[in-house]
């Protein structure tokens, strides 16, 4: 079956730095995306990893381990506007293509002063 | 540019009614995915079209869902004999192809409310 998991809430300070884990059982794998979604907004794409290693993109970064089914998202230099709903989702197996995404629940991180 | 767009943003109906959800997505892109996220889940896979074509409509929880996509654009998501259980966020996303670096782009979704 397809098994996305991440952690349901997080608290963390303004100004600190905070790491959102995610381990995925799918049956197949292009890619894994975070997605970032305000309360009541749509998700907008923050990161995208297929290869193994960390992406970096300013105060966001990526980390993929595709042997052992992990993912996190680190985010430094906590804002206030960072809370969020932050989602895990593995694009479908390659082979048919449909580049469906299957995510997770979503990690509800919030930012306090 | 225009990003996704969808209407209407909000839609009550009563139980046993049908319902169309429009979805406009960003110019040029050929892909185009319907999802539908309940209070505090993530985004649910219903239906995925390239093109004018229904790729994989394996998400669709039943036959009383249905998709199209006519003219390669704009597509119109349809329910049946609506139950209280459909409500929900349904988004909408597009993207420039399936595989590969290509984000989808999501719009701001229907919430569709079934008294």
């Known amino acids: 079956g397809q098994n996305i998991d991440q952690p349901t809430e997080m608290t963390a300070t303004e100004g600190a730095i905070v790491q959102i884990n995610c381990t995925y059982q799918t049956s197949g794998f292009n890619g894994l995306f975070w997605y970032q979604q305000h309360a009541g907004e749509a998700p907008t794409f923050l990161s995208y990893n297929v290869l193994d290693g960390l992406e970096e993109k300013g105060r966001f970064s990526s980390f993929l381990s595709r042997s052992k089914g992990y993912s996190y998202l680190l985010l430094k230099e906590l804002q206030m506007k960072d809370s969020a709903s932050y989602l895990c989702?593995?694009?479908?197996?390659?082979?048919?293509?449909?580049?469906?995404?299957?995510f997770g629940q979503g990690t509800t991180l919030q930012v306090k002063p | 540019g225009a990003g996704v767009s969808q209407t209407p943003s909000n839609k009550v109906t009563e139980k046993g009614k049908y319902v169309e959800l429009r979805c406009d997505p960003i110019s040029g892109h050929t892909a185009l995915y319907w999802y539908r996220q309940s209070l505090g889940q993530g985004p649910e896979f219903l239906i995925y079209?390239?093109?004018?074509?229904?790729?994989?409509d394996s998400g669709l929880p039943n036959d009383r869902f249905f998709a199209v996509r006519p003219e390669g654009s704009v597509s119109t998501l349809k329910i049946q004999r609506t139950e209280r259980g459909d409500s929900a966020v349904y988004l909408c996303?597009?993207?420039?192809?399936?595989?590969?670096?290509?984000?989808?782009?999501f719009g701001p979704g229907t919430r569709l409310t079934v008294l």
């Open positions: 989702a593995v694009r479908d197996n390659p082979s048919s293509n449909t580049g469906k995404l299957i």
């Open positions: 079209f390239q093109g004018t074509g229904a790729a994989d």
């Open positions: 996303a597009s993207s420039l192809g399936s595989g590969g670096y290509n984000e989808q782009f």
